[in-house]
């Protein structure tokens, strides 16, 4: 199956700038190969960030993910395999939802030192890229209204490497019964056995699984290249065998975004390489 690549260049999600030039600088080293390349940009417009407007930048986020979302529905009708390059993590809002579109019923497994699971009732900074997954669940219409389709089910639902979740967002997560497995459950039960569980969840009565792989997972200590850093977060090594995991998995695998680098904060490229040799693993393995 041939392998699209799409720089979603956008970093209205979130207060700090820098986001959306993550996508191109991992994208270049792809350019010559017979990978498909595509940008989506967002608007030069100046960022909102008050604290006090829970919908800061909505208008420009979402004229930003319709055009993802639809250019995301063309590649999978042409049956290639999407990956989304972010940016903020409100680009796996268009990523999820148009996989889903395509496919009918899918899993989630959203690998990320958040939750992403505010609403715009419960988030506390308005900064959307709090949201996302909730999105996907279907709780926040306002940044879905482009999508005619199936929402993800909460039983199919993961977080991986949360550690980092908000106060006034964990009853969302209790009470739709999200299944989120720490950082320490990583450390205490290795990866292989954390991922085989996330994976059974996730695929469990469905037709596949969207993967949304957050960079900020990894501690920032090591990858500090990241928009909102979260600390005591996995390692390197467990960063790449969460890799090895998705390659083991990989028929399950419909759609994949690997998300949040945000070069403005890297330290002697410490964070582009991991994300690169992520990266370079799953073209290489995945599809």
């Known amino acids: 199956m041939k392998i699209s690549l799409i720089e979603a260049n956008q970093d ?3 207060r700090v700038d820098g986001a959306h030039l993550g996508p191109p600088i991992l994208a270049k080293h792809f350019q010559d190969s017979d990978i498909n390349i595509y940008s989506v940009n967002k608007e030069n417009v100046e960022k909102e960030r008050d604290r006090k407007n829970r919908k800061k930048n909505l208008k420009y986020v979402n004229k930003f993910d319709e055009e993802l979302y639809n250019l995301m529905l063309d590649i999978k009708e042409k049956e290639e ?6 940016g903020d993590h409100t680009v796996a809002i268009p990523s999820a939802l148009a996989s889903i579109k395509k496919e009918e019923n899918l899993g989630i497994i959203w690998i990320d030192a958040h939750g992403d699971y505010n609403t715009f009732e419960t988030t506390i900074t308005g900064n959307l890229h709090g949201l996302p997954l909730a999105a996907n669940n279907g709780l926040c219409h306002d940044l879905t209204k482009f999508h005619h389709g199936n929402y993800y089910r909460h039983q199919n639902t993961v977080i991986v490497g949360g550690r980092d979740i908000d106060d006034w967002e964990m009853p969302n ?10 950082t320490d459950d990583i450390h205490r039960y290795g990866v292989k056995k954390i991922m085989e569980e996330a994976f059974k969840i996730a695929s469990s009565g469905t037709n596949g699984v969207h993967v949304s792989y957050d960079l900020d997972v990894i501690d920032p200590i090591l990858a500090p290249g990241v928009s909102v850093p979260a600390i005591s977060g996995i390692s390197t090594d467990e960063a790449y065998q969460i890799t090895d995991e998705l390659i083991k998995h990989k028929k399950l695998i419909k759609s994949l975004d690997l998300v949040e680098f945000n070069p403005l904060y890297d330290v002697d490229q410490k964070t582009e390489k991991i994300a690169l040799n992520i990266l370079k693993k799953v073209i290489e393995e995945l599809p």
Do not use: C, E, S
């Open 173 to 182: 997560l209790v009470r739709d019964n999200i299944k989120i497995f720490t």
């Open 12 to 14: 209205l999600g979130v």
């Open 81 to 86: 395999f999407p990956i989304v390059l972010g």
